[in-house]
């Protein structure tokens, strides 16, 4: 599977952005997929995740209520929408794909190349 991450930007404090994540590949579908991302100076952390099959997601606390992670399998994309971002959400953005529905970044098996975010105040 290789993934291409896109959308990423500079926007204002409260602004948005809609990432996008192109995967390669006739099996999509049953990856679970996910969104991490890593400020400078800090680990890379745990955005969102969505469920192959069931489209079940799971977020960060910080994210929560804030951010949206969807699909498209049809598309072979995966989305996370970002509302009222603040400057701390700041980082570079990367998507991943598991062969199963996880926060762990050891259960990701194939990682993009990463999207810069930058919210200014």
């Known amino acids: 599977v290789q993934l291409q991450a896109s959308g990423g930007g500079l926007v204002q404090a409260g602004g948005s952005l809609r990432l996008s994540c192109a995967a390669s590949?006739?099996?999509?579908?049953?990856?679970?997929m996910g969104w991490f991302r890593q400020a400078p100076g800090k680990e890379r952390e745990f955005v969102a995740a969505i469920r192959g099959s069931s489209g079940s997601t799971y977020y960060a606390d910080s994210v929560k209520g804030r951010f949206t992670i969807s699909r498209d399998n049809a598309k072979n994309t995966v989305y996370l929408q970002m509302n009222s971002l603040k400057p701390e959400d700041t980082a570079v953005y990367y998507c991943?794909?598991?062969?199963?529905?996880?926060?762990?970044?050891?259960?990701?098996?194939?990682w993009g190349q990463g999207t810069q975010v930058t919210v200014s105040s």
């Open positions: 991943a794909a598991s062969n199963s529905y996880a926060v762990y970044q050891s259960r990701y098996q194939y």
């Open positions: 590949g006739p099996t999509f579908s049953s990856y679970g």
